[in-house]
């Protein structure tokens, strides 16, 4: 039996990617919580570079990082793949995925996190990134097709983590009128069982963001 581990945090999206690929492929594993305020000597010695969430450790052996995680768990577990066999395929659902990590979320996060005077160029950027998205998605079910793949893994931080934030701001970036494709994605996807087991308790994601909030006086 191959041992498998893997040391996340509760409200991590990027923690919470691994565990949808591992249920997705049925795969045992060992659940490490980590205080990310107090990081311990086991995520210090298995990530010393980056010194962050999530590490997967199969059989003694890290891997970091959550897209490089989620090909190695594909390549090391062969059911229920999450990345097309076809090469053409799987390279655009790298570049989706890459899409959504260096494009998308950072918009989000700046919105999040920049100064009001700044924030209404920051929500444009964002809206921008996100119809793009919404332009691939088109009429499929899931950016896999009919069923849960990598892009729609990595994307669970718009499928959930931006609700969370939006009821805890108060402000929408995203809704109906202005995403009917992705609000139709997000709506599938987080009924979709295989997520619903690996999203954080919406209440208390919404109460944490809120605390954040108020420590840095965000308004909107």
Request: with cysteine.
């Amino acid at each position: 039996m191959a041992e498998v581990k893997l040391l996340g945090a509760w409200g991590s999206p990027f923690s919470r990617r691994v565990e949808m690929a591992l249920k997705l492929k049925g795969v045992e594993y060992e659940y490490i919580e980590e205080d990310l305020g107090n990081k311990s000597p086991l995520l210090l010695k298995y990530n010393p570079i980056h010194k962050k969430v999530p590490v997967l450790l199969h059989n003694g052996k890290p891997i970091a990082e959550s897209l490089v995680i989620l090909e190695y768990i594909d390549e090391t577990w062969k059911t229920n793949p999450i990345l097309p066999e076809d090469p053409y395929d799987k390279a655009m659902a790298r570049f989706w995925a890459k899409f959504l990590d260096d494009t998308c979320m950072p918009a989000i996060w700046q919105i999040m996190w920049s100064k009001e005077n700044q924030r209404e160029k920051a929500m444009e950027e964002a809206i921008q990134h996100l119809k793009t998205l919404e332009n691939e998605l088109k009429d499929k079910r899931f950016f896999g097709g009919e069923t849960i793949g990598l892009v729609d893994i990595v994307a669970n931080f718009i499928g959930f983590w931006l609700g969370a934030f939006q009821e805890a701001s108060g402000m929408e970036l995203v809704n109906k009128e202005r995403f009917p494709v992705l609000c139709r994605w997000i709506d599938e996807y987080v009924n979709c069982s295989v997520v619903k087991q690996n999203l954080p308790p919406r209440d208390k994601l919404i109460a944490f963001l809120q605390s954040r909030f108020s420590a840095s006086s965000w308004k909107y």
